[in-house]
């Protein structure tokens, strides 16, 4: 980086580098089992047990102008063992109910980006995870309607938040194991054969996402300045898909796809604006010849293909406090694709 003085002179300055060297090993065992009453074969018990052992080892080293400002390295081992329960119950060849329970590791580290080399001596520790769910899987209408629901809970502990605890170094941030995040929500799966050959779905989600409890490295209640990302309240799937006719040339197939999700944030930290990314629907259509003949080995099918047809303009990224900055989704394109299978 070069600026001039005001006798304009050149002078240079070399940002401040770090070089960092990892060595990371793991290690895990795993079972899971299902046990059948035989006096009671509709109820099914499974049970999973897993155990990790994890080994991370990093050396840093940061430099300025030929000057070495500091090397230091770290090592530690992090252990787990989560188990998984589920019971579930067919009511009919049909219907089946069930409830999971399920407990999540994830291991802990060392973040290169620390702002002080006691958090990177430090490093992070490891965030466990216990979550909650409970649905039913259904058939009906000789197996016309497909219908599927699922309500859920994960309640996090120890979670992992990379906070920026330099205001003045935006290149520095520190992962901390800051508090604990809960999530509730709902899945909607229903499928319908409303005439021959022509198949209607809707898939619906529900979250409720956030941090019940974020302590910084100085100690002060930050949870408001932070967000679950890529998590909208609400999102839809709505599809159409026909088998129009077989023909001497193939199986014709049309369809057609619409997706919906509400506004979400696209960074954790809130503290320079809301990072919000509006509601957006995107409209893909497909039209597929399958089943080509005339190959007397392999699989051959042709389609054309148009995506976001509308040409919706919808971002996946809003930083608004470096300049509003925006990374935007594709506009409207046209396609053909031609696959040969052997």
Known sequence: MCIRDRDMTLNEFELPRRVSTANNDATALYGHFTWTPAALEQLHLTLGVR??????????????????FFSTKADDTWDNTSADFTVSYDISDDVNVYGKYVEGYKTGGFNIRASTIAFF????????????EA????????????????????EYDDIQINAQS?????????????????????????????????????????????????????????????????APENSYTLDATYDIARTCIGQLIANLNYTWQDDKYSSVSTNF????????GLLNARLTLDEIPGLSKGYVKAAIWGKNITDEEYSFINAPGFGTYRAWGEPRSYGLDLTYQF
């Open 273 to 280: 604006g809301e990072y919000t990314i509006d509601d957006y």
């Open 135 to 154: 649905g039913i899987k259904s058939q009906w209408l000789d197996n016309r309607l497909r219908a599927n629901l699922a309500v859920f809970r994960a």
């Open 121 to 132: 001596e430090n490093g992070f520790d490891p965030e466990t995870l216990i979550s909650y």
């Open 51 to 68: 155990y990790s052992e994890d080994e991370r080892e990093i050396e840093t080293a940061q430099y300025a102008s030929g000057f070495q």
């Open 166 to 230: 330099d205001i003045s170094d935006p290149s520095k941030s520190d992962v901390l194991n800051a508090g604990k995040a809960t999530i509730n929500g709902a899945e909607l799966e229903l499928s319908a054969m409303v005439a021959e050959g022509l198949v209607l779905s809707l898939q619906y989600g529900y979250l409720d996402a956030g941090y019940d409890k974020i302590i910084d490295g100085l100690g002060q209640n930050v949870t408001n300045n932070f967000a679950f990302i890529n």
